[in-house]
């Protein structure tokens, strides 16, 4: 990978050609998480190389590449997103190719990890724009606050507000409150 | 719910990923209330499901790598042209500037020479 950067950076198409051909898919996946939809994560994308090709003289390295492609991805969402013109809110697809890369788990295990990542996915989409995209960077991606702040412009101090709400959603939409929202401490079972 | 059941949401949802973020109280309450201890559990499971998501991929439906690349060179051929025209009209504006002072200095040679025949007579 490192080769290929350095190729493309000293104007060589076909590196750069060859580094779209290996990041894509990730890069794709992030820009669906954000965005929650097929053609959105498809026009982010574009723009989010096409930033990369134009710039791509000005990554030094600090970072490893798909780190700094993920950022300028997160930039063009926010970006595209915040345009306001194709706001969906569309389904998972069902013939959306889901492909887990895991190593094998348990057959049980497995079963029941996928039932809590399709819950949390269907959960992500229902979540609006602004807080899915801090929760998928932050808790997905593993960005930083900073990080995150910087690339979808807003305070440090908003982007953990956001998260903290967007957490919050998604644990109650995953698991919905059933009781009368009474705690219950041990000897209280039962007491009106 | 009681009082610390609400105060303690927030705190709550933070000590999923940090389990310093509860202080001495807080811990004392959840160790009791099993409600809490649920809520944290659920707030603990979510943020796993979401780090789970990180190996998966979406894979895109055929063709956009195609469409990247189309996308790239099209702005730089869009890049391209704008820079010729950019080119051209400041080559246009200069000639036309040119143009202008060459008129400009004509006219005032014309204008100076004028002055002069006319003063030859008198002169004579």
């Known amino acids: 990978m490192a080769a290929l950067v350095a190729r493309a950076?000293?104007?060589d198409d076909r590196a750069f050609e060859e580094l779209v051909t290996a990041t894509?898919?990730?890069?794709y996946t992030l820009a669906r998480r954000l965005t929650g939809n097929d053609d959105d994560a498809?026009?982010?994308?574009?723009d989010a190389y096409l930033r990369a090709y134009r710039s791509i003289g000005r990554f030094r390295g600090e970072a490893r590449f798909s780190t700094w492609l993920y950022r300028i991805t997160a930039n063009c969402a926010s970006t595209h997103m915040g345009r306001g013109r194709r706001h969906r809110h569309d389904e998972l697809r069902d013939d959306l190719v889901v492909v887990?890369?895991?190593p094998d788990l348990d057959p049980g295990a497995h079963a029941d990890a996928a039932d809590l990542r399709d819950r949390v996915s269907a959960a992500l989409e229902e979540l609006p724009p602004k807080l899915r995209a801090v929760v998928v960077l932050r808790d997905i991606y593993d960005m930083s606050h900073d990080a995150i702040a910087a690339e979808l412009g807003i305070s440090t101090s908003?982007?953990?507000?956001?998260?903290?709400?967007?957490?919050r959603r998604l644990k109650e939409r995953m698991f919905p409150a059933r009781g009368d929202g009474q705690g219950i401490e041990p000897g209280d079972e039962g007491v009106e | 719910m009681t009082a610390t059941c609400v105060d303690l949401g927030d705190q709550l949802v933070a000590a999923a990923s940090d389990p310093w973020a509860l202080d001495r109280a807080a811990r004392g309450h959840v160790e009791r209330c099993l409600r809490c201890q649920a809520?944290?559990?659920q707030h603990r499971r979510v943020l796993r499901a979401l780090q789970s998501l990180r190996t998966e991929v979406l894979e895109p439906a055929p063709g956009l790598v195609a469409e990247i690349l189309t996308h790239v060179e099209e702005a730089g051929e869009r890049q391209a042209i704008r820079s010729l025209l950019t080119g051209r009209r400041a080559a246009?504006?200069?000639g036309l500037a040119a143009a202008t002072a060459a008129a400009g200095a004509a006219g005032v040679i014309v204008l100076a020479s004028r002055t002069r025949h006319r003063r030859l007579p008198l002169a004579g």
């Open chain 1, 158 to 167: 908003a982007a953990k507000v956001r998260l903290h709400r967007a957490r």
């Open chain 1, 9 to 11: 950076q000293e104007g």
């Open chain 1, 24 to 27: 894509h898919v990730e890069t």
């Open chain 2, 92 to 94: 246009y504006i200069g």
């Open chain 1, 42 to 46: 498809r026009d982010v994308v574009q």
């Open chain 1, 100 to 102: 887990d890369t895991r």
């Open chain 2, 39 to 41: 809520d944290l559990v």
